[in-house]
């Protein structure tokens, strides 16, 4: 399935094939991989948010990680699974971004193919922000958290406001597993300036320093309208094994009375 909007071409999964593949993305602009970032970190996975795959409702301890394709960023993100989370009622999991999404291999070894400077000059940020210059036309731009949350000290001392609180400014997700369903997101993202002396004398003894520009926050939550019409489809079908299961069980009493009937009959 091919979807055309302004954040480009994308190809998912519809899961016709196998419901795991529902909303996963395949291609992003035509391609399975993008420029900007080396091996696994510019493949385009996970899903795009709106649709994902079906997860069963007992998800056991051991719960995975989401990928989640964020277009402005031209890559996926992780999220790592936090905790339980209700809704209007309907029970659904959390997952929420760690620090691995914004790191470049200076303390998360498998994230050094986030760093887009060559690879002796890697890592090249302290971490908390991702270089996304090369997805936004050479513009000097990083991404972080918002307030520089979960980032390197360095980056909050080096300018005055910043006060980075998790209830705030925490990336967060939540989706009904049975369905797929988002049930709730706090997406958060803040872009910054990378401002440095680069030779031209509009930067002429410019210090190197991260400057944050704006932080956006996109946001929805499940009504509750939908939240009850998936709690009846939960209850239908629990009502449907439990009838299952009662009628396997009258089936197998009244087997075990005939055959107790038809003994003992032929023995008399």
């Known amino acids: 399935m091919k979807s055309l909007t302004y954040d480009g071409t994308f190809q998912m999964g519809t899961g016709t094939d196998n419901h795991i593949n529902t909303g996963v993305m395949r291609q992003w602009n035509n391609a399975p991989q993008v420029p900007n970032y080396r091996g696994v970190c510019g493949q385009v996975r996970g899903s795009a948010g709106e649709v994902w795959p079906p997860m069963g409702r007992n998800l056991g301890d051991n719960i995975r990680p989401l990928n989640l394709f964020l277009p402005d960023l031209c890559s996926a993100i992780t999220l790592r699974h936090e905790r339980e989370f209700t809704v209007h009622g309907l029970d659904g999991e ?58 390197h000290p360095s980056y909050r001392t080096a300018v005055t406001g910043m006060e980075p609180d998790r209830a705030k400014h925490e ?18 993202i803040q872009y910054n300036m990378h401002l440095r002396d680069n030779g031209m004398a509009l930067f002429r003894d410019v210090p190197d320093v991260i400057i944050p520009a704006f932080w956006i926050e996109q946001r929805m939550v499940l009504t509750k309208d939908i939240a009850d019409d998936l709690k009846l489809i939960e209850d239908l079908r629990w009502g449907f094994i439990y009838t299952a299961f009662a009628l396997c069980g009258v089936a197998a009493l009244l087997l075990g009375l005939s055959l107790y009937a038809a003994f003992f009959v032929w023995k008399d």
């Open 94 to 151: 959390l997952w929420v971004g760690d620090a691995r999404n914004f790191d470049n291999g200076h303390t998360i070894p498998e994230t050094e193919c986030q760093c887009t400077s060559p690879i002796d000059q890697c890592p090249f940020y302290r971490p908390g922000v991702l270089d996304v210059s090369e997805c936004k036309f050479g513009a000097p731009l990083v991404v972080s958290y918002p307030h520089f949350y979960l980032a």
């Open 171 to 188: 990336f967060r997700f939540a989706l009904h597993p049975f369905s797929g369903i988002p049930m709730a997101a706090n997406g958060r």
